[in-house]
């Protein structure tokens, strides 16, 4: 049974950084694409970043050069790290993988920027 478990988001002020984890369970980890996306309340679930089995990384163009999405396969964990965070950050952050053509989404974790 694949598990998708996300921590590290917060109340953080404009210009901070927080990590976000994401730790996997029941699955070979390392062999799949992991993503983040973020959803914020009124709008539409959105990719923030995604990272390939083979380490290739992918940003929207809104958190480029400020997020960092990195994975630890001996862990089972993704993270990404972000920094110099902006109010319109604010929103619940998920950890998704793709197995078998079908998704599998963790609870989410909120992060609020907010001074």
């Known amino acids: 049974q694949v598990q998708l478990v996300e921590s590290g988001g917060g109340l953080v002020q404009p210009g901070g950084s927080l990590r976000l984890s994401c730790a996997a369970s029941?699955?070979?980890?390392?062999?799949?694409?992991m993503g983040w996306y973020r959803q914020a309340p009124g709008k539409q679930r959105d990719v923030v970043a995604g990272?390939?089995?083979?380490?290739?990384?992918y940003y929207v163009d809104s958190v480029k050069g400020r997020f960092t999405i990195s994975r630890n396969n001996a862990k089972n964990t993704v993270y990404l790290q972000m920094n110099s965070l902006k109010p319109e950050d604010t929103a619940v952050y998920y950890c998704?993988?793709?197995?078998?053509?079908?998704?599998?989404w963790g609870q989410g974790t909120q992060v609020t920027v907010s001074s």
């Open positions: 990272i390939s089995s083979g380490g290739t990384t």
């Open positions: 029941g699955v070979i980890f390392s062999i799949y694409d």
């Open positions: 998704k993988t793709n197995i078998g053509r079908r998704d599998y």
